[in-house]
């Protein structure tokens, strides 16, 4: 399972080499020991979705630089997955701190969606306002920047999904 992430910009602000160019989906990034760091998966001009090993990874498109073969980065492949791992580390140490009985969640638009009433190892039972409950698999939860747990739906769509499953 591929595991995606954005890595936050000041973690890595060092590793731009040069100005950043364009870059193109297929491309192979080389770090700054000449070897190959990934592939190019997706781009636009905010961020490259950089494909490394097994993980996606998100960078800031001012980070790249251009070398002889290409587009290039500051830093070593190595170098990039233990960032990277280190923030998903990270990440996962919130929201398991997060998803604890009696948190309020707010689904990513961002709206009150309600608070949880049980926690498993696969999923998670929200109480809504209504007092009506809403299972969501545990895959689908995220704690923002500002400390928030967020299920990673929007409200129209959860409602359209409730509204499918009940009719």
């Known amino acids: 399972m591929k595991r995606i992430a954005f890595t936050a910009a000041a973690a890595i602000a060092a590793l731009a080499a040069n100005p950043a160019l364009a870059q193109d989906v297929g491309d192979t990034v080389m770090g700054n020991d000449g070897n190959a760091i990934g592939t190019v998966a997706q781009t636009n001009e905010q961020a490259v979705l950089l494909t490394v090993d097994e993980y996606q990874i ?34 996962e140490a919130a929201l398991a701190e997060a998803l604890v009985e009696g948190a309020a969640v707010v689904t990513a638009d961002p709206q009150p969606l309600g608070t949880i009433d049980t926690v498993d190892e696969a999923n998670v039972v929200i109480v809504r306002e209504d007092e009506s409950k809403v299972t969501l698999p545990r895959e689908m939860f995220a704690v923002d920047g500002e400390g928030n747990l967020v299920a990673r739906i929007m409200m129209t769509d959860l409602e359209a999904a409730l509204e499918a499953q009940s009719g």
């Open 58 to 91: 998100a960078l800031p498109a001012n980070l790249f630089g251009e070398g002889e073969t290409g587009p290039t980065l500051n830093v070593t492949k190595a170098q990039l997955v233990q960032m990277h791992e280190e923030q998903l580390a990270a990440a």
